[in-house]
Protein backbone atom coordinates (compact mmCIF):
# COMPACT_ATOMS: atom_id res chain seq x y z
CA UNK A 1 0.00 0.00 0.00
CA UNK A 2 0.96 3.45 0.09
CA UNK A 3 3.11 5.17 2.18
CA UNK A 4 2.77 8.63 4.11
CA UNK A 5 3.53 10.84 1.77
CA UNK A 6 4.00 14.85 1.72
CA UNK A 7 3.93 17.87 -0.74
CA UNK A 8 5.49 19.66 -2.14
CA UNK A 9 8.86 18.34 -2.05
CA UNK A 10 10.61 21.62 -1.45
CA UNK A 11 9.36 24.75 -1.06
CA UNK A 12 11.30 28.03 -1.12
CA UNK A 13 9.84 31.46 0.48
CA UNK A 14 10.77 34.26 1.06
CA UNK A 15 10.44 35.82 5.07
CA UNK A 16 8.09 37.23 5.76
CA UNK A 17 5.16 34.66 3.75
CA UNK A 18 3.30 32.28 4.81
CA UNK A 19 3.39 28.73 4.10
CA UNK A 20 1.40 25.52 4.05
CA UNK A 21 2.58 22.12 4.08
CA UNK A 22 0.36 19.02 3.44
CA UNK A 23 0.66 15.67 4.91
CA UNK A 24 -1.54 12.50 3.85
CA UNK A 25 -0.95 9.70 6.28
CA UNK A 26 -1.18 5.90 5.52
CA UNK A 27 -4.97 5.12 5.19
CA UNK A 28 -6.36 3.70 8.18
CA UNK A 29 -3.55 5.58 11.01
CA UNK A 30 -5.28 7.05 13.37
CA UNK A 31 -2.44 9.17 15.27
CA UNK A 32 -0.40 11.82 12.80
CA UNK A 33 2.77 13.50 13.91
CA UNK A 34 4.50 16.26 12.40
CA UNK A 35 8.50 17.06 12.92
CA UNK A 36 11.35 19.12 11.98
CA UNK A 37 14.20 18.43 11.50
CA UNK A 38 17.41 20.80 11.09
CA UNK A 39 20.62 21.42 11.72
CA UNK A 40 21.20 23.05 14.62
CA UNK A 41 18.11 21.36 16.08
CA UNK A 42 18.11 17.63 15.15
CA UNK A 43 14.53 16.23 15.22
CA UNK A 44 12.21 18.14 17.18
CA UNK A 45 8.42 16.76 17.72
CA UNK A 46 5.81 19.81 16.67
CA UNK A 47 2.29 18.26 17.21
CA UNK A 48 0.16 14.83 17.70
CA UNK A 49 -3.25 14.52 16.48
CA UNK A 50 -4.74 11.63 17.66
CA UNK A 51 -8.19 10.55 16.41
CA UNK A 52 -11.09 12.81 17.92
CA UNK A 53 -8.31 14.19 20.57
CA UNK A 54 -7.33 17.17 21.26
CA UNK A 55 -4.06 17.77 19.59
CA UNK A 56 -0.44 17.70 21.43
CA UNK A 57 0.83 20.85 20.30
CA UNK A 58 3.89 21.11 23.36
CA UNK A 59 6.36 21.06 20.48
CA UNK A 60 5.28 24.00 18.65
CA UNK A 61 8.28 26.70 18.68
CA UNK A 62 5.90 29.81 18.41
CA UNK A 63 2.42 30.96 17.82
CA UNK A 64 3.40 31.29 14.17
CA UNK A 65 2.80 27.39 13.54
CA UNK A 66 -0.56 25.74 12.92
CA UNK A 67 -2.00 22.58 12.04
CA UNK A 68 -5.03 20.89 11.34
CA UNK A 69 -6.21 17.57 10.99
CA UNK A 70 -9.18 17.36 8.30
CA UNK A 71 -11.77 14.21 8.57
CA UNK A 72 -9.11 12.57 10.21
CA UNK A 73 -6.99 11.90 7.74
CA UNK A 74 -5.24 14.86 5.72
CA UNK A 75 -3.27 17.23 7.64
CA UNK A 76 -1.75 20.72 6.85
CA UNK A 77 1.12 22.42 8.97
CA UNK A 78 1.31 26.22 8.28
CA UNK A 79 3.92 28.63 9.34
CA UNK A 80 2.63 31.95 9.50
CA UNK A 81 5.15 35.23 8.69
CA UNK A 82 8.19 33.06 7.59
CA UNK A 83 11.50 33.51 9.04
CA UNK A 84 15.11 31.86 7.92
CA UNK A 85 15.31 30.15 11.09
CA UNK A 86 11.99 28.35 10.17
CA UNK A 87 14.21 26.62 7.26
CA UNK A 88 14.60 22.73 7.85
CA UNK A 89 12.89 19.69 6.77
CA UNK A 90 9.57 19.01 7.79
CA UNK A 91 8.95 15.58 8.10
CA UNK A 92 5.04 13.77 8.98
CA UNK A 93 4.50 10.60 10.38
CA UNK A 94 1.64 8.19 11.19
CA UNK A 95 0.89 5.33 13.18
CA UNK A 96 -1.64 2.99 13.78
CA UNK A 97 -2.80 2.64 17.34
CA UNK A 98 -3.14 -0.51 18.94
CA UNK A 99 -1.32 -3.59 17.86
CA UNK A 100 1.10 -2.23 15.57
CA UNK A 101 3.83 -2.00 18.19
CA UNK A 102 3.25 1.80 18.01
CA UNK A 103 5.59 1.97 14.72
CA UNK A 104 5.72 5.53 13.19
CA UNK A 105 5.71 5.36 9.59
CA UNK A 106 7.62 8.40 8.07
CA UNK A 107 7.01 10.45 4.98
CA UNK A 108 10.14 12.37 2.83
CA UNK A 109 9.49 15.26 4.39
CA UNK A 110 9.18 18.63 2.86
CA UNK A 111 12.10 20.93 2.85
CA UNK A 112 11.71 24.35 3.11
CA UNK A 113 13.90 27.28 2.69
CA UNK A 114 13.42 30.95 3.60
CA UNK A 115 14.92 33.41 2.61
CA UNK B 1 10.56 13.79 30.75
CA UNK B 2 12.13 11.45 28.96
CA UNK B 3 15.50 12.16 26.61
CA UNK B 4 18.21 10.52 24.51
CA UNK B 5 21.87 10.57 24.69
CA UNK B 6 23.77 9.37 21.74
CA UNK B 7 27.46 9.66 22.49
CA UNK B 8 28.60 9.33 19.16
CA UNK B 9 28.09 12.06 16.24
CA UNK B 10 30.33 10.13 13.74
CA UNK B 11 31.32 6.70 14.01
CA UNK B 12 34.12 5.19 10.87
CA UNK B 13 34.31 2.37 10.29
CA UNK B 14 36.33 0.05 7.59
CA UNK B 15 33.39 -2.50 5.39
CA UNK B 16 33.27 -6.08 7.25
CA UNK B 17 33.84 -4.75 10.71
CA UNK B 18 31.67 -4.79 13.49
CA UNK B 19 30.63 -1.73 14.70
CA UNK B 20 28.41 -0.34 18.02
CA UNK B 21 26.25 2.87 17.66
CA UNK B 22 25.51 3.70 21.49
CA UNK B 23 22.35 5.24 22.84
CA UNK B 24 21.47 6.21 26.44
CA UNK B 25 18.11 7.49 27.71
CA UNK B 26 16.63 9.00 30.62
CA UNK B 27 13.30 8.31 31.88
CA UNK B 28 11.10 8.29 35.51
CA UNK B 29 8.50 5.57 33.49
CA UNK B 30 8.92 2.80 31.11
CA UNK B 31 9.37 3.72 27.59
CA UNK B 32 9.12 2.10 24.41
CA UNK B 33 12.61 1.78 22.49
CA UNK B 34 13.87 2.90 18.46
CA UNK B 35 16.41 2.79 16.56
CA UNK B 36 15.75 4.66 12.72
CA UNK B 37 18.02 4.77 10.17
CA UNK B 38 18.07 7.95 7.70
CA UNK B 39 19.83 7.26 4.35
CA UNK B 40 21.18 10.80 2.40
CA UNK B 41 18.14 12.57 0.64
CA UNK B 42 15.90 10.05 1.98
CA UNK B 43 13.21 9.91 4.99
CA UNK B 44 13.50 7.79 8.42
CA UNK B 45 13.32 4.02 8.02
CA UNK B 46 12.62 2.04 11.38
CA UNK B 47 15.24 -0.66 12.07
CA UNK B 48 14.12 -2.14 15.16
CA UNK B 49 11.98 -1.59 17.98
CA UNK B 50 11.79 -2.49 22.12
CA UNK B 51 8.42 -2.81 23.14
CA UNK B 52 8.93 -5.72 25.96
CA UNK B 53 9.95 -9.16 26.16
CA UNK B 54 13.14 -10.05 24.75
CA UNK B 55 15.73 -7.69 25.67
CA UNK B 56 17.73 -8.55 22.14
CA UNK B 57 15.72 -7.43 19.70
CA UNK B 58 16.66 -8.16 16.19
CA UNK B 59 15.81 -5.51 12.99
CA UNK B 60 16.37 -5.38 9.62
CA UNK B 61 19.57 -5.58 7.26
CA UNK B 62 21.20 -7.71 10.07
CA UNK B 63 20.89 -5.01 12.80
CA UNK B 64 20.60 -6.05 16.63
CA UNK B 65 20.05 -3.90 19.72
CA UNK B 66 20.11 -5.16 23.39
CA UNK B 67 17.75 -3.14 25.96
CA UNK B 68 19.48 -2.55 29.65
CA UNK B 69 17.32 -1.47 32.14
CA UNK B 70 19.89 -0.96 34.61
CA UNK B 71 22.19 1.06 32.43
CA UNK B 72 19.37 2.45 30.23
CA UNK B 73 20.94 1.82 26.94
CA UNK B 74 19.74 0.48 23.92
CA UNK B 75 22.51 0.03 21.82
CA UNK B 76 22.61 -1.15 18.12
CA UNK B 77 25.44 -3.40 17.26
CA UNK B 78 25.84 -5.00 13.74
CA UNK B 79 28.74 -8.06 13.20
CA UNK B 80 29.50 -6.85 9.85
CA UNK B 81 29.04 -3.56 7.96
CA UNK B 82 28.63 -3.23 4.46
CA UNK B 83 29.23 -0.08 2.33
CA UNK B 84 25.64 0.69 2.20
CA UNK B 85 24.96 0.88 5.51
CA UNK B 86 26.15 4.33 5.46
CA UNK B 87 23.62 6.39 6.74
CA UNK B 88 22.64 8.46 9.98
CA UNK B 89 21.01 6.71 12.39
CA UNK B 90 18.83 8.18 15.61
CA UNK B 91 18.18 6.40 18.70
CA UNK B 92 14.40 7.35 20.18
CA UNK B 93 12.39 6.69 23.00
CA UNK B 94 8.31 7.06 23.26
CA UNK B 95 5.79 6.37 26.15
CA UNK B 96 2.73 4.53 24.49
CA UNK B 97 1.97 6.48 21.26
CA UNK B 98 3.06 9.57 22.22
CA UNK B 99 5.77 11.73 20.10
CA UNK B 100 9.10 10.03 19.32
CA UNK B 101 11.99 11.81 21.48
CA UNK B 102 14.71 11.20 19.33
CA UNK B 103 18.90 11.36 20.02
CA UNK B 104 21.27 13.65 18.14
CA UNK B 105 21.96 11.01 15.61
CA UNK B 106 25.13 9.34 14.69
CA UNK B 107 26.36 9.41 11.21
CA UNK B 108 28.01 5.64 10.21
CA UNK B 109 30.34 6.13 7.71
CA UNK B 110 31.81 2.63 6.36
CA UNK B 111 34.87 2.64 4.30
CA UNK B 112 36.13 0.01 1.55
Known amino acids: GAGVSQSPSNKVTEKGKDVELRCDPISGHTALYWYRQSLGQGLEFLIYFQGNSAPDKSGLPSDRFSAERTGGSVSTLTIQRTQQEDSAVYLC?????????????FGPGTRLTVT | AQSVTQLDSQVPVFEEAPVELRCNYSSSVSVYLFWYVQYPNQGLQLLLK??????LVKGINGFEAEFNKSQTSFHLRKPSVHISDTAEYFC??????????FGTGTRLQVFP
Open chain 2, 92 to 101: AVSMNTDKLI
Open chain 2, 50 to 55: YLSGST
Open chain 1, 93 to 105: ASSRIGNSGYEQY
